[in-house]
Nanobody, 123 residues
Framework: QVELVESGGGSVQAGGSLTLSCAAS????????MGWFRQTTGKVREFVAT????????VYADSVKGRFAISRDNIRKMLYLQMNSLKPEDTAVYYC????????????????WGQGTQVTVSS
C-alpha cells in the first residue's frame, strides 16, 4: 500500500556533496523504520543507513560513517540521505525501502523498494 520514489541523484566530483530524497505515497502509511541501500551493476545490494520511525535511532554502514546522514520528515512523508565528502566508490544506484522486520541492516528485512536513483562520483 506504500509507493516509494527516490530522487536527487546525479553526477558530482569527488569530495562534493549530494542529498537524496525518498517520497512515500499511498492510501495507507505505516509507521516503520526506513533504510537506504545501494547497488552497483553486477554486485549485491549493500546496506547504507537506516532510521527509526521517530528518527531518534540511526545506524550507518562503516563505509559511510561520518560522511552520510539519514533523516526523515514524517509529516511530509519524506526520507533523506545527505552525502558529503563523496568518493568514487560511492558510485551506485541508491534505493530507499521500508523495514518489515528482522535484522535492520539486511536487505531481506525491507520491502516496497523504490525505483532507485543513480549517483556517480568522478575523481
Amino acid at each position: 500500500q506504500v509507493e516509494l520514489v527516490e530522487s536527487g541523484g546525479g553526477s558530482v566530483q569527488a569530495g562534493g556533496s549530494l542529498t537524496l530524497s525518498c517520497a512515500a505515497s499511498g492510501r495507507t502509511f505505516t509507521p516503520n523504520r526506513m533504510g537506504w541501500f545501494r547497488q552497483t551493476t553486477g554486485k549485491v545490494r549493500e546496506f547504507v543507513a537506516t532510521i527509526s520511525w521517530g528518527g531518534g535511532v540511526t545506524v550507518y554502514a562503516d563505509s559511510v560513517k561520518g560522511r552520510f546522514a539519514i533523516s526523515r520528515d514524517n509529516i511530509r512523508k519524506m526520507l533523506y540521505l545527505q552525502m558529503n565528502s563523496l568518493k568514487p566508490e560511492d558510485t551506485a544506484v541508491y534505493y530507499c525501502a521500508q523495514y518489515i522486520g528482522g535484522t535492520t541492516v539486511a536487505a531481506s528485512s525491507y520491502n516496497y523498494w523504490g525505483q532507485g536513483t543513480q549517483v556517480t562520483v568522478s575523481s
